[in-house]
């Protein structure tokens, strides 16, 4: 029976800049093996294929993509007793060892380069970094522009909010998922994000997240209404009374809060608002809906022509940095491609027999 296939961000392209959580991603893990090597050497082939091994032989397994390309993997996750992971740990996620040799083990794909032709591609490789970095710190730039604008749309309905329906609606929602239930352990904490912004817009694997999930909470509310303060209460409560509990941040504002889920109580609640808007599909899937409670019912109305104002120039500045990040990977492809005209792959093929000899020899 093939295992259960999860799929997150752990690192992303925020108003703070690359933002990344592989700390938390990646503790408590028996064995990390940290790829290092340039681009288009093989990384994400790699993690792919040793993931597909192990899914397929009844392990459960974490994927963390890239907020670069989302198509692309950054890292995986062996669980099923192994506790394994497989990171790049190149630039910018930089994977700092705790336990050297006994736990972190360093895998140079850059063993496979022909240093030679790398040598006559020296002035092409600074050309594309150098193209890389202006563009993503012209993303990074855009996207901060975009979290000042957003905080003046908040404003908004801040002024009009109701703190203490605001409190009393968390209250309650603390009590029905735990009642007076605490358990007899130490709370495990992971923090990921919900989402990222990536060159093809925003990305989210909310669906996938939540598929075992039997009760879902889809909170619907405007910008400023308390979504985040509200779910980092409930994940607070959850680590209090000893639940383990996925901390999702958002992909544009990491500070911020989008979902929490508490596995053990098989429940979700997440912000469920653009751009990771979703709607019920099924039962046990309830809509929390905060405008007109805790939100003054006719704000909208009142402040339509703000609204309006800093929406579009918000909207105007996503657009913008997405651009940006999509002109970033055009370069990051092409630097890629002379790595990988580089590099003799069966060199790889046996770093990743390497691998999965180590993770047989943890198994057995």
């Given amino acids: ?125 600074i050309h594309y970094n150098d193209i890389i970095y202006q563009w993503m710190e012209k993303a990074y730039g855009r996207f901060a522009e975009a979290l000042k604008v957003h ?60 598929e075992d999930i039997s009760k879902r909470y889809f909170i619907k509310g405007r910008p400023g209404s308390g979504k985040s303060t509200m779910l980092k209460k409930i994940a607070q409560a959850g680590r209090t009374r000893g639940f383990d509990v996925e901390i999702y941040h958002c992909g544009f504002d990491p500070e911020s809060v989008d979902m929490v889920i508490v596995r053990e109580l098989s429940i979700a609640i997440f912000d469920s608002t653009a751009p990771h808007e979703y709607f019920p599909s099924r039962e046990g899937d309830e809509i929390l809906d905060l405008y007109g409670d805790i939100i003054e019912a006719g704000t909208d109305e009142v402040f339509a022509e703000k609204i309006e104002e800093v929406s579009k120039l918000y909207k105007g500045c996503m657009k913008t940095a997405t651009s940006y990040l999509a002109e970033a990977k055009t370069a990051r492809d092409e630097l890629n491609q002379v790595y990988t005209d580089t590099m003799d792959f069966e060199v790889v093929n046996k770093l990743k027999s390497h691998i999965m000899t180590e993770i047989q020899r943890l198994r057995d």
């Fill in 151 to 210: 905080d003046d749309w908040e404003k908004i309905y801040i002024d009009s909010m109701d703190f203490e329906k605001a409190d009393a609606l968390t209250q309650k929602l603390i009590k029905e998922f735990y009642g007076n239930i605490s358990l007899n352990k130490m709370s495990a904490v992971k923090h990921r994000f919900l989402g990222a912004a990536t060159p093809k817009g925003a990305v989210d694997f909310v669906p996938n997240l939540t």
């Fill in 1 to 125: 029976m093939a295992g259960m296939i999860k799929h997150y961000f752990a690192g992303g392209n925020t108003s703070k800049g690359f933002f990344s959580l592989y700390d938390s991603c990646l503790e408590n893990l028996n064995k990390i093996f940290i790829l290092k090597g340039g681009p288009g050497t093989g990384k994400s082939t790699l993690i792919k294929e040793v993931g597909e091994f192990w899914a397929e032989n009844g392990m459960d397994i974490e994927y963390m993509h890239s907020p670069f390309d989302p198509d692309k993997l950054e890292g995986v996750k062996i669980l099923g007793g192994l506790n394994v992971g497989i990171v790049n740990g190149t630039a910018p996620n930089n994977i700092e060892p705790k336990a050297p040799g006994a736990i972190e083990q360093y895998i140079n794909l850059g063993e496979g380069w022909d240093t030679g032709k790398l040598i006559l591609q020296k002035d092409k490789i």
